[in-house]
Each structure stands twice: as C-alpha cells, then as structure tokens.
C-alpha cells in the first residue's frame, strides 16, 4: 500500500464561513417564506423560499463530518466507502468528503510507551462514576518509546538471564502501518520480544571461552554485559528488518535491565566473589614474592646478615605469612643467639 498524502484540502476556514453564511441565509429565507405565506399575495415565493430554507437547515448538518483539525505530527488515514483515498498529514484545519472514514486499528491498544500512558483517575473515576472514552482515529508521527516487560531468556549457554529493552520508534508510512499489518503497535511489541530472543541466544551473559557471537567461525570476547552497545545495535537492526514492512522506523534500541535470573542469580554471585577472591590472593602473592626476593638481594648487597640456605628458607616463609595474611602479624623477639 502506497501512503498518498492529501495537500489540497486544507480548506476548512473557507467551507465552514460559506457553512455559517448558508445558515444564516437558510434562516432569513425561512423569515421571508413565513411572511409571505401569511399575506395573500406570492404565496408561491413564499412557499418555495421556506421549503429552500427549511431544505438547506435539515441538510446542512451532513457537512460537519467533513471538518478535520490536526495538530502538529499528527496524521488521519481516510478511506471512502472501503477504498483508500489518502491521509491528512500537518497540522491545520481541513475539509473532506463527509462519507470519508478515518481509520486507525491501534486506536484502543494501550502499550507500556510514552504516548499511551494512561493517566491517573480522576476524582469521580476513583469513586466508580461511569465514563466514556473515546478512542481517537489520529496517528501519532511523534518520536515514541516502547519499554516492553522483563523477558527471561537463556544466553548461549544455556544460563536464563532476565533482559528488557526500550525501543525509540515513529510511523514514516502511516498507509502501510494502517493497512498492512491488522494492528501496528502489537505487531511492534511481538516483533520486540522476538528479536531479542533471537539476539541474546547468540551472546554468553558474561566472557566465555570458545565462543563465537559474530558468525564468522572465531571465538572472540562479545557478551551481553561487556557488549551492551554492539548487542542494542543489532536487536535495532534486527527489528527495523521485522517492522519495515508496517511502516514503522526503529531509532534507537537500548538494554534497560540485565541481570542473572533469580533461581541462579545467588550461585553466580557466589562464582563471582570466589573468581574475584582468587584474583586478590594471585596479586597478594605475587606481590608477596617479589618483596621476599627483593629482601634477600638488599641484605646480601649490603652485607647486612649472612644466612645459609636453610635460615633463608625459614626467612621466606616467615615473611610470606606475614605478607600474605589476613591477619596482623604477632613479633616475637629472640633473646638468643641466632644459630
């Protein structure tokens, strides 16, 4: 379906002052038709002009459908009688035809998004009062956010991970958002959660070795939490392939919440403490080792003490305790002779 955009009919201040003067005319020929028709004479003129008048104010009223305002980035797709005869697009005050019917099938479908929020209840919709909403057959071409909900995935190896993505979107094709898809915002939000789907399973939720995110057959270090911006690009790109075809242009996709699910979010935590205990002890003793070493050079530089190699032995394991303790270290003083 091909949009095709209506710039001609923007005439609506024209038609509705000939619309006010027609009423106003209508009136007057009724007031004539009534004295005339009271005298004895032309009560023919009179007849017919009360019958104009009284045509014109029966009628007229069939007008009024055909009065449309828009406001800026809004858009109304018309069909007459079945068949697509064009959209309205920039704000302004328009006339069209009166049978024309605008169509919007995501007129009541409510997403978590920042142009369907619904707003809080009113003093008398808290207290049960009855109200009438009516849904509005405008297309919004604003810039939009779709934040769909947490979804639960298992990454490539098989760890579930929960995930959520705010997806930046707006229509460019309101004839084919309209009439290609039966409902453009679900169609949107099942797209969504499908591709990310598609998306996560190639990625391991942190560094894993052997593992190839990118499909060329080599290992390499991609992961959802060390690759967010490369993983948000092709979930973009992944959906504006999907949704292209409703008219829907993707902007931007960004990962909201990434976390470890909650039945093995504690064993991961526990796996990253005890990875992150080991690094500490491996730099501790390499440390350790090299002040050790350094002592040793210093006092047989210097000629300080003379040690055989079994007082260094014991020299090194005293100052490798101490160094790599986790406790102070207690001194004790010999009194007595070093051999």
Do not use: H
């Amino acid at each position: 379906m091909q949009e095709k955009i209506l710039t001609t009919k923007k005439r609506g201040m024209p038609i509705l002052i000939l619309f006010i003067l027609g009423c106003l005319l209508s009136i007057a020929l009724i007031a004539v038709g009534a004295v005339l028709l009271e005298g004895s004479e032309q009560t023919v003129l009179g007849g017919i002009l009360f019958g104009i008048g009284m045509a014109y104010l029966c009628l007229c009223w069939i007008l009024l459908p055909g009065f449309k305002v828009l406001k800026p980035q809004e858009a109304l797709v018309l069909t007459l009688f079945g068949k697509y005869v064009g959209t309205l697009k920039g704000d302004g005050f328009y006339f069209v035809n009166p049978f024309s019917v605008a169509v919007n099938p995501a007129a009541k479908t409510k997403l978590n998004q920042s142009g369907d929020v619904t707003t809080t209840a009113l003093p008398a919709q808290k207290q049960g009062a009855a109200t009438v909403e009516v849904p509005s057959k405008k297309l919004s071409l604003k810039v939009m956010t779709l934040s769909n909900n947490r979804q639960k995935i298992n990454d490539c190896l098989g760890t579930p991970v929960e995930i959520g993505i705010a997806v930046t979107w707006r229509i460019v094709d309101t004839a084919a958002a309209v009439f290609n898809v039966d409902n453009f915002k679900e169609f949107l939000s099942l797209q969504c959660d499908s591709s990310l789907r598609n998306i996560v399973r190639l990625y391991p939720y942190d560094v894993a070795p052997n593992v190839d995110t990118t499909g060329d057959g080599l290992a390499d270090d991609g992961s959802l939490r060390g690759s967010s911006e490369l993983v948000a690009s092709r979930i973009r790109e992944e959906i504006a392939g999907r949704v292209r075809e409703a008219g829907i242009e993707i902007i931007e996709a960004r990962i909201t919440y990434l976390a470890y699910a909650p039945e093995i979010a504690a064993m991961m935590l526990q796996r990253q403490q005890a990875s992150a205990v080991i690094d500490a002890r491996k730099m501790i003793v390499d440390g350790a080792v090299g002040m050790v070493e350094m002592a040793l050079e210093r006092l047989a530089a210097n000629g300080t003490v003379t040690l055989d190699e079994e007082r260094k032995a014991a020299m090194v394991s005293n100052l490798l305790v101490v160094l790599c303790g986790n406790r102070d270290a207690q001194p004790i003083v010999n009194s007595g002779s070093l051999y």
